[in-house]
T-cell receptor
């Protein structure tokens, strides 16, 4: 059984560019949640995808968008990158949308915006 | 909104010492989770608490669910160098009446001197 994987590991972009981050969920999990973790802070909920539909969103602007595919893997897209978007982006998969205590996290993608 | 504050922010201890950290909230949580995050990794769940007053152990780790439901404590006994990392408390956040996201605390950085 493979765990949650994320790609790429690191990414450097410039302000105004667009970025796509990818997450493969753990086998048997149908839900993916995305979190942003700024340096020195705890993760903050961006949104959740359950069975290919967005199922809840945190306090993030519409330029943060996502997708979930039939195999339950997921993408996070960020348009018009800003310097404050520099952070570790974590995805977590779980066996259900309300299985908040069974979220398994990937290693994250470190995004740097210059 | 729901916020979790952790103290202390950081701890620098000698190997073998016991450690205590806590997490407080202005609102009630019905579940408390404690995570550890190693450098370059996502958070890993250590202990889950579901009932006010509950005391749960996982090896050298012991966590308690506060009676007021507004706080939780984590103790580590006989610390070892691999205990180094950032410890987060977390609880389920409400999203339009549904509980599908985690609210994370501000984190406690633990450094252990061999």
């Amino acid at each position: 059984e493979t765990g949650v994987t994320q790609s790429p590991t690191h990414l450097i972009k410039t302000r105004g560019q667009q970025v796509t981050l990818r997450c493969s969920s753990q086998s048997g999990h149908n839900t993916v949640s995305w979190y942003q973790q700024a340096l020195g802070q705890g993760p903050q909920f961006i949104f959740q995808y359950y069975r290919e539909e967005e199922n809840g969103r945190g306090n993030f602007p519409p330029r943060f968008s996502g997708l979930q595919f039939p195999n339950y893997s997921s993408e996070l897209n960020v348009n018009a990158l800003e310097l404050d978007d520099s952070a570790l982006y974590l995805c977590a998969s779980s066996p259900g949308w309300d299985s908040y205590n069974e979220q398994f996290f990937g290693p994250g993608t470190r995004l740097t915006v210059l | 909104g729901q916020q979790l504050n952790q103290s202390p922010q950081s701890m620098f201890i000698q190997e073998g010492e016991d450690v205590s950290m806590n997490c407080t909230s202005s609102s009630i949580f019905n579940t408390w989770l404690w995570y550890k995050q190693d450098p370059g990794e996502g958070p890993v769940l250590l202990i889950a608490l579901y009932k006010a007053g509950e005391l749960t152990s996982n090896g050298r780790l012991t966590a308690q669910f506060g009676i007021t439901r507004k706080d939780s404590f984590l103790n580590i006994s006989a610390s070892i160098p691999s205990d180094v990392g950032i410890y987060f408390c977390a609880g389920p956040g409400l999203q339009g009446g549904a509980t599908n996201k985690l609210i994370f605390g501000t984190g406690t950085l633990l450094a252990v001197q061999p």
